[in-house]
Structures are given as C-alpha cells and as structure tokens.
Antibody, heavy 117, light 107 residues
Framework: QVQLLQSGVEVKRPGTSVKVSCKASGYTFRDYEISWVRQAPGQGLEWLGWISGFSGNTNYAQRVQGRFFVTTDISTTTAYMELRGLTSDDTAVYYC??????????WGQGTLVIVSS | DIQMTQSPSTLSASIGDRVTITCRASQNIGSWLAWYQQKPGKAPKFLIYKASSLDNGVPSRFSGSGSGTEFTLTISSLQPDDFATYYCQHYDSYPYTFGQGTTLEIK
C-alpha cells in the first residue's frame, strides 16, 4: 500500500534552517511528483511547491521562493524539503503529498516544525 | 495568484441532512478543482478531482459539480464520519491555492 512516512518534530531557532524528509513506498516513485503543503496552527492549507519524481524539475510558491528547496533521492525514494531563514511565521505542520497533474492524491502524516527563540 | 473562496466557513448540520459547500475562484479555472477532507490532527484526504470525479473508495454520497469559477461539494446524506473540514484547491496554474476551508459541525 502507498505510504509517505515523514520525519519527526523539529524545534528550531529563528534564522536557522530545517530539513524534513518524506520516505515514499508502495508505488513507482518516478511516476509522480511530491508536493509540500503547510498548515499553520488553526489555519488552512498553503501550497509551497513540488518536485518531479522523474525529472527533478521543481516549482515553488513565490511566497517562499529563495528560502524553500525540495530535493529527491531516487535511490531511497525519499523527498526532502529545506526551509531556510526560519521565522515564527514558519511554525506549522508540513505535509508531503504524492501528486499527479496537480492533484494531491495521498498525503504523509505531517511534520510539526516549531520556530521559537 | 488565483484566490479560492469557500462558503460558508462553518456549517452546522444533522445526520441524514443534505449539505452543500461552495467554492469560488477569482478567475476561470475550467474544471481543474479538487476537494479534500481533513479531520482534527490528521492529514487531508483526497476526495474529488476535475471538479466532479470521485477518487477510488470515496462514498457515492459525495458529489462535486461546477466549472469556470463556481463549484460545489454536496454530501447527500450526512454520516457521522463526514464531520470534518473541507478544502477546495485549484490546479489550473501555479501557485496552486486552497480555499480557507469549511468546517462541518454536528448540530
């Protein structure tokens, strides 16, 4: 069965960086993109960007462009997101999602990132 | 960026009720719209793509309709498992954006 297993809770200081992993299994990794979506406490969903599992092409939301980076390791079918220059506004649950043609058809369990001094 | 606006923000209903949630796009997105369900503390679950096509395993009491700028999600007969927050999301162009969510509460 399809699984997206994300890494655990992160607590970071403002100005630092965080890297979250998303291990995919149960499907052909190259056939889908991996998207990243975040949800601040009590708020809605915000799309951050995606990476193709086949080509490695990426697309990022302008709001996080320059601070947000996604990569994949095809050998381990793992996707990574890195967010730099953290502020308290980046405190959120970060989800990876298997994506095809813009539709997020399966989601990871989420990773809570807390930014606090 | 395309803005997605859902209404209402909160909806109170009873088991067996028929409910409809509306999602409006700030510009024409054709049928490039998806719906997701989220329960507290859980990841979203994919329900509907291309405005009206149900994902595998989604109960037939769920239906979606619309095109262009106005879309609806309808639940024909509410079940206890349906009380959750629902989000629409367009995928017409980047950045993909979500509506602010509609929370379906038990009356």
């Amino acid at each position: 069965q399809v699984q997206l297993l994300q890494s655990g809770v992160e607590v970071k200081r403002p100005g630092t960086s965080v890297k979250v992993s998303c291990k995919a299994s149960g499907y052909t990794f190259r056939d889908y993109e991996i998207s990243w979506v975040r949800q601040a406490p009590g708020q809605g969903l915000e799309w951050l960007g995606w990476i193709s599992g086949f080509s490695g092409n990426t697309n990022y939301a302008q709001r996080v462009q320059g601070r947000f980076f996604v990569t994949t390791d095809i050998s381990t079918t793992t996707a990574y997101m890195e967010l730099r220059g953290l502020t308290s506004d980046d405190t959120a649950v970060y989800y990876c999602a298997r994506t095809r043609d813009g539709v997020h058809n399966f989601w990871g369990q989420g990773t809570l990132v807390i930014v606090s001094s | 960026d395309i803005q997605m606006t859902q209404s209402p923000s909160t909806l109170s209903a009873s088991i067996g009720d028929r409910v409809t949630i509306t999602c409006r796009a700030s510009q024409n997105i054709g049928s490039w719209l998806a719906w997701y369900q989220q329960k507290p503390g859980k990841a979203p679950k994919f329900l509907i793509y291309k405005a009206s096509s149900l994902d595998n395993g989604v109960p037939s009491r769920f239906s979606g309709s619309g095109s262009g700028t106005e879309f609806t999600l309808t639940i024909s007969s509410l079940q206890p498992d349906d009380f959750a927050t629902y989000y629409c999301q367009h995928y017409d162009s980047y950045p993909y954006t979500f509506g602010q969510g509609t929370t379906l509460e038990i009356k």
